[in-house]
């Protein structure tokens, strides 16, 4: 559309602004049409040229605050998951398996199996120590050792016969985790 516009203008510039025996009129006209031009595909683009270059801008500063974002995620993984490790510990469970999905918003799966049953005792204090948690990451911590706790209850009614727990795994992609729960082949009793 452009290149059929260009000449189209020129023509009727150089028509309506050349006269005859006059070629530095045409000229003139040329120039004017050219400017004329120039100056009203400036103004069209400008805008454009303008969201153009903020839209780089954001997406360059976004990409540096996403990769900030993701080294204190690292960086802060090791210790969350030894307080998840040691929580889930004192509740009867251990750590089996940790899976981590980059990404903008990173996702990471914590697996535990059951290993030892506590003491009611032990159970009252981990729950008493749990209310004291603050801040998001302690109502995550406080929320899957709470599931860990109360697994056994809530599974009940949907073990199949024959099957016990053998591991539990939260999602941790949202405020509250998702939990997906394994069930084993119970070990036939001695004879």
Same mark, same amino acid.
């Given at each position: 559309?452009?290149?059929?516009?260009?000449?189209?203008?020129?023509?009727?510039?150089?028509?309506?602004?050349?006269?005859?025996?006059?070629?530095?009129?045409?000229?003139?006209?040329?120039?004017?049409?050219?400017?004329?031009?120039?100056?009203?595909?400036?103004?069209?683009?400008?805008? =454009?040229?303008?969201?153009?270059?903020?839209?780089?801008? =954001?997406? *360059?500063?976004?990409?540096?605050?996403?990769?900030?974002?993701?080294?204190?995620?690292?960086?802060?993984?090791?210790?969350?998951?030894?307080?998840?490790?040691?929580?889930?510990?004192?509740?009867? =469970?251990?750590?089996?398996?940790?899976?981590?999905?980059?990404?903008?918003?990173?996702?990471?799966?914590?697996?535990?199996?059951?290993?030892?049953?506590?003491?009611?005792?032990?159970?009252?204090?981990? *729950?008493?120590?749990?209310?004291?948690?603050?801040?998001?990451?302690?109502?995550?911590?406080?929320?899957?050792?709470?599931?860990?706790?109360?697994?056994?209850?809530?599974?009940?009614?949907?073990?199949?016969?024959?099957?016990?727990?053998?591991?539990?795994? =939260?999602?941790?992609?949202?405020?509250?985790?998702?939990?997906?729960?394994?069930?084993?082949?119970?070990?036939?009793?001695?004879?």
């Amino acid at each position: 559309m452009r290149k059929r516009f260009l000449p189209i203008a020129l023509v009727i510039s150089a028509l309506v602004f050349a006269r005859p025996g006059h070629a530095g009129m045409l000229q003139d006209s040329w120039d004017r049409t050219v400017s004329v031009v120039g100056t009203a595909t400036g103004i069209i683009l400008s805008p =454009f040229q303008a969201a153009a270059e903020w839209t780089m801008n =954001f997406l *360059r500063s976004e990409e540096r605050a996403l990769a900030a974002e993701m080294n204190r995620f690292v960086s802060t993984l090791r210790q969350d998951l030894n307080r998840f490790e040691t929580l889930a510990g004192r509740a009867g =469970f251990t750590l089996s398996n940790v899976s981590v999905k980059p990404g903008i918003i990173p996702e990471v799966e914590l697996a535990f199996e059951p290993a030892e049953e506590i003491t009611p005792a032990a159970e009252a204090a981990l *729950r008493q120590e749990l209310a004291q948690l603050s801040g998001a990451m302690g109502a995550l911590e406080r929320a899957v050792i709470l599931l860990l706790l109360d697994v056994d209850e809530r599974v009940e009614a949907i073990r199949p016969n024959g099957f016990r727990v053998g591991e539990i795994a =939260f999602a941790l992609v949202a405020i509250f985790p998702e939990m997906t729960i394994n069930f084993v082949r119970a070990e036939p009793a001695a004879r």
